[in-house]
C-alpha cells in the first residue's frame, strides 16, 4: 500500500521532471539523467520527512512506489504540457516526423494510424490517440529510471547509515 507521505515528494519530483522534459535541448537528457535524479530527489524529500518516526526502516519497496508514483505523475503532467504546446503552436511534431523518415527512410512505409494522427493535429489540434501514447511512454520510461534513482538512493543512505 502506498502511504500519503509517498506522494508529495512524488508530486514534486514528478511535476519538475515534466516542466524539465519538455524543453527542447534538455529533454534530450530526461531518461538517463533527470528521471534517476528526481527519483533519488523524491526518496529523499520522502526519508526526510520519515525517518525519526518510531519503527521506520529502510525498505526497496518505498523506493520502488516512489519511482512508480514519479512515472505517473510526470506521465500525467508531461502529456498534458507537450498537448499543450501542440495546441498553441503552429507546428505538427508528427507530420515533422514524417517528413524525416521519409527524408532519411525513403522506402519505410508510415502506417495509415500515423497520417490520420497528423491530419487531426492539423485540423483539431489536438489528438487522444498520441496524447495517450505520449502520457505511456513517459510513464513507462520515467518510473524505471525514477525507481533506479530511488534505489540508488536507499542504498546511498544505508551505506551512510552503517
Known amino acids: 500500500m502506498i502511504k500519503?507521505?509517498?506522494?508529495?515528494?512524488?508530486?514534486?519530483?514528478?511535476?519538475?521532471?515534466?516542466?524539465?522534459?519538455?524543453?527542447?535541448?534538455?529533454?534530450?537528457?530526461?531518461?538517463?539523467?533527470?528521471?534517476?535524479?528526481?527519483?533519488m530527489i523524491g526518496f529523499n524529500m520522502y526519508y526526510l520527512q520519515v525517518k525519526n518516526r518510531e519503527g521506520f526502516k529502510l525498505k526497496n519497496s518505498d523506493g520502488f512506489h516512489i519511482g512508480i508514483l514519479i512515472g505517473i505523475i510526470s506521465g500525467f503532467f508531461e502529456s498534458i504540457f507537450q498537448t499543450l504546446l501542440i495546441m498553441v503552436s503552429k507546428e505538427n511534431p508528427v507530420?515533422?516526423?514524417?517528413?524525416?523518415?521519409?527524408?532519411?527512410?525513403?522506402?519505410?512505409?508510415?502506417?495509415e494510424t500515423i497520417w490520420n494522427i497528423s491530419k487531426e493535429?492539423?485540423?483539431?489540434?489536438?489528438?487522444?490517440?498520441?496524447?495517450?501514447?505520449?502520457?505511456?511512454?513517459?510513464?513507462i520510461v520515467n518510473s524505471i529510471f525514477?525507481?533506479?534513482?530511488?534505489?540508488?538512493?536507499?542504498s546511498s543512505l544505508r551505506k551512510k547509515l552503517s
Request: proline share 6%; glycine share 4%; hydrophobic share 55%.
Open 4 to 39: 500519503k507521505e509517498k506522494f508529495l515528494p512524488a508530486l514534486v519530483s514528478g511535476f519538475s521532471l515534466a516542466v524539465i522534459s519538455i524543453v527542447p535541448i534538455i529533454q534530450v537528457a530526461t531518461c538517463c539523467l533527470f528521471a534517476p535524479l528526481a527519483g
Open 95 to 111: 507530420y515533422d516526423s514524417i517528413i524525416l523518415i521519409q527524408k532519411y527512410l525513403p522506402d519505410m512505409y508510415i502506417p
Open 121 to 139: 493535429i492539423d485540423e483539431k489540434r489536438f489528438s487522444l490517440i498520441l496524447t495517450t501514447t505520449i502520457f505511456f511512454n513517459v510513464f
Open 146 to 154: 525514477a525507481t533506479i534513482g530511488s534505489m540508488l538512493s536507499i
